[in-house]
């Protein structure tokens, strides 16, 4: 009676580690499937956008690229002796990069006038309705990336409606840019700036800048 006690209580061990090494051994198949499993997922998402990003990388440029923007642009200048109205402007820029963060560019900025004067009595001198041309450098801070800041200055000179001295204004540009396409990026794009001439009454005249629109890459 005891022996066979003995023999049944060692056998249900047996049983119960056997049940156990079973159960080590089902966890640890799972756990290897569970990898395979996950590392041939990455495998195969990873493949179609190393694809994709191959057949269209998305960017904002490399040294080389060049670049042309449109965009809508809204200018006041003003002092503390002169309130002049806003401009509206239709604003068109061409650059290049030179190297893989330094851009040249330059451009032109026509002008309209909302508010102000008669159009058919325009008044000429700083500030004033006109096409300017301007030109300069930008520093992009992560360009191969699809969106950068970007900061820089101009230089921009009167076209139209000068008045009798007028050397210009130097201006300082902050922006971003981030790229929707492999071609096309949108920007934002704000500046701040003096003339190189002072006002009618020795005053200096600030010029501040903003602009959104769009750059095509070629």
Known sequence: MIVT????VSRRRRQAVRHCHRLHYFA?????????????????????????????????????????????????????????PFNLT???????????????????????SLGGDDADDRPRGIGEPALHAFGGALFYFSPQSMASLYAGADYWAQLTQRGTADRGALVGTVGAQG?????ASL????????????????????????????????
């Open 90 to 112: 239709l604003h068109a820029d061409a650059g290049r990069f030179l190297t893989r963060r330094l851009a040249v560019r330059g451009g032109i900025t026509g002008t309209a």
């Open 187 to 218: 920007f934002l794009e704000g500046g701040y700036g003096v003339g190189l001439t002072k006002g009618e009454e020795g005053e200096t005249l600030t010029r501040l800048i903003a602009r959104v629109g769009i750059r095509l890459k070629f």
């Open 28 to 84: 640890l198949a799972s756990l290897l499937a569970a990898v395979t499993a996950t590392a041939s997922a990455q495998s195969q998402a990873g493949a179609p956008a190393s694809l994709s990003e191959e057949i269209e990388p998305r960017r904002i440029g490399i040294a080389g690229t060049t670049m042309i923007g449109v965009s809508g642009h809204l200018d006041s200048v003003f002092s503390s002796e002169r309130d002049a």
């Open 179 to 183: 790229a929707v396409s492999s071609r």
């Open 5 to 8: 006690g003995l023999e049944a």
